[in-house]
Nanobody, 125 residues
Framework: QVQLVESGGGLVQAGGSLRLSCAAS????????MGWFRQAPGKEREFVAA????????TYADSVKGRFTISRDNAKNTVNLQMNSLKSEDTAVYYC??????????????????WGQGTQVTVSS
Protein backbone atom coordinates (compact mmCIF):
# COMPACT_ATOMS: atom_id res chain seq x y z
CA GLN A 1 0.00 0.00 0.00
CA VAL A 2 1.43 3.33 -1.08
CA GLN A 3 1.55 5.87 1.70
CA LEU A 4 2.93 9.37 2.08
CA VAL A 5 2.17 10.60 5.57
CA GLU A 6 2.84 14.21 6.53
CA SER A 7 3.34 15.37 10.10
CA GLY A 8 4.53 18.41 12.01
CA GLY A 9 1.81 20.87 11.16
CA GLY A 10 0.15 23.06 13.74
CA LEU A 11 -0.55 26.56 14.94
CA VAL A 12 2.33 29.01 15.18
CA GLN A 13 2.67 32.76 15.54
CA ALA A 14 3.98 34.88 12.71
CA GLY A 15 7.76 34.86 12.73
CA GLY A 16 7.89 31.38 14.19
CA SER A 17 9.08 28.08 12.77
CA LEU A 18 7.73 24.63 12.00
CA ARG A 19 9.32 21.52 10.59
CA LEU A 20 7.18 19.27 8.44
CA SER A 21 8.07 15.67 7.74
CA CYS A 22 6.76 13.20 5.20
CA ALA A 23 7.27 9.48 5.65
CA ALA A 24 6.99 7.27 2.57
CA SER A 25 6.15 3.58 2.41
CA UNK A 26 5.00 1.14 -0.21
CA UNK A 27 6.76 2.95 -3.03
CA UNK A 28 10.24 3.55 -4.36
CA UNK A 29 11.51 6.67 -2.62
CA UNK A 30 15.22 7.03 -3.08
CA UNK A 31 15.23 7.25 -6.85
CA UNK A 32 12.70 10.04 -7.24
CA UNK A 33 12.36 13.76 -6.79
CA MET A 34 10.10 14.73 -3.90
CA GLY A 35 8.09 17.89 -3.54
CA TRP A 36 6.00 19.93 -1.15
CA PHE A 37 2.87 21.77 -2.20
CA ARG A 38 0.27 23.76 -0.29
CA GLN A 39 -3.33 24.74 -0.66
CA ALA A 40 -4.99 27.62 1.15
CA PRO A 41 -8.77 27.87 1.50
CA GLY A 42 -10.37 28.97 -1.74
CA LYS A 43 -7.10 28.80 -3.65
CA GLU A 44 -5.49 26.33 -6.00
CA ARG A 45 -2.77 23.99 -4.85
CA GLU A 46 0.62 25.59 -5.39
CA PHE A 47 4.21 24.47 -5.51
CA VAL A 48 6.42 25.14 -2.49
CA ALA A 49 9.67 23.22 -2.93
CA ALA A 50 11.23 20.16 -4.53
CA UNK A 51 14.39 18.13 -4.07
CA UNK A 52 16.05 15.74 -6.50
CA UNK A 53 16.68 12.11 -5.59
CA UNK A 54 20.23 12.80 -4.43
CA UNK A 55 19.40 16.02 -2.66
CA UNK A 56 21.79 17.82 -4.97
CA UNK A 57 19.17 20.00 -6.61
CA UNK A 58 16.47 21.98 -4.86
CA THR A 59 13.89 24.39 -6.19
CA TYR A 60 11.71 26.82 -4.25
CA ALA A 61 8.74 29.01 -4.96
CA ASP A 62 9.72 32.68 -4.87
CA SER A 63 7.33 33.23 -1.98
CA VAL A 64 9.28 30.89 0.33
CA LYS A 65 12.83 31.29 -0.95
CA GLY A 66 15.21 32.12 1.87
CA ARG A 67 12.71 31.06 4.55
CA PHE A 68 12.00 27.39 3.79
CA THR A 69 14.48 24.54 3.38
CA ILE A 70 13.69 21.15 1.90
CA SER A 71 15.80 18.11 2.76
CA ARG A 72 15.56 14.35 2.53
CA ASP A 73 16.91 11.21 4.13
CA ASN A 74 16.80 8.33 1.66
CA ALA A 75 17.80 5.81 4.31
CA LYS A 76 14.69 6.71 6.31
CA ASN A 77 12.39 7.39 3.33
CA THR A 78 11.59 10.85 4.63
CA VAL A 79 11.47 14.33 3.19
CA ASN A 80 11.35 17.40 5.41
CA LEU A 81 10.41 21.03 5.08
CA GLN A 82 11.91 23.46 7.59
CA MET A 83 9.81 26.60 7.63
CA ASN A 84 11.19 29.72 9.29
CA SER A 85 9.97 33.30 9.53
CA LEU A 86 6.45 32.13 8.92
CA LYS A 87 3.86 34.58 7.68
CA SER A 88 0.07 34.53 7.82
CA GLU A 89 0.03 33.93 4.07
CA ASP A 90 1.82 30.61 4.66
CA THR A 91 -1.37 29.27 6.24
CA ALA A 92 -2.46 26.26 4.19
CA VAL A 93 -2.67 22.51 4.08
CA TYR A 94 0.77 21.21 3.11
CA TYR A 95 1.18 18.11 0.97
CA CYS A 96 4.19 16.04 0.06
CA UNK A 97 4.32 14.28 -3.27
CA UNK A 98 6.58 12.01 -5.31
CA UNK A 99 7.67 13.19 -8.73
CA UNK A 100 7.54 10.90 -11.75
CA UNK A 101 11.28 11.45 -12.30
CA UNK A 102 14.54 11.52 -10.43
CA UNK A 103 16.34 14.73 -11.28
CA UNK A 104 13.79 17.24 -12.50
CA UNK A 105 12.57 19.47 -9.68
CA UNK A 106 9.46 20.57 -11.48
CA UNK A 107 6.82 22.82 -9.98
CA UNK A 108 4.10 21.30 -12.13
CA UNK A 109 1.45 19.39 -10.20
CA UNK A 110 1.05 17.03 -13.12
CA UNK A 111 4.62 15.90 -12.68
CA UNK A 112 3.81 14.18 -9.39
CA UNK A 113 2.11 10.82 -9.13
CA UNK A 114 1.69 10.05 -5.42
CA TRP A 115 0.37 12.44 -2.80
CA GLY A 116 -0.07 12.50 0.95
CA GLN A 117 -3.23 13.54 2.77
CA GLY A 118 -1.80 16.80 3.98
CA THR A 119 -1.05 18.53 7.27
CA GLN A 120 -2.54 21.85 8.36
CA VAL A 121 -0.26 24.80 9.03
CA THR A 122 -1.86 27.86 10.57
CA VAL A 123 0.12 31.04 11.15
CA SER A 124 -1.49 33.62 13.38
CA SER A 125 -0.63 37.27 12.94
Amino acid sequence: QVQLVESGGGLVQAGGSLRLSCAASGLTFGGYTMGWFRQAPGKEREFVAAISWSGGTTTYADSVKGRFTISRDNAKNTVNLQMNSLKSEDTAVYYCARNRGATVTTASIGGYDYWGQGTQVTVSS
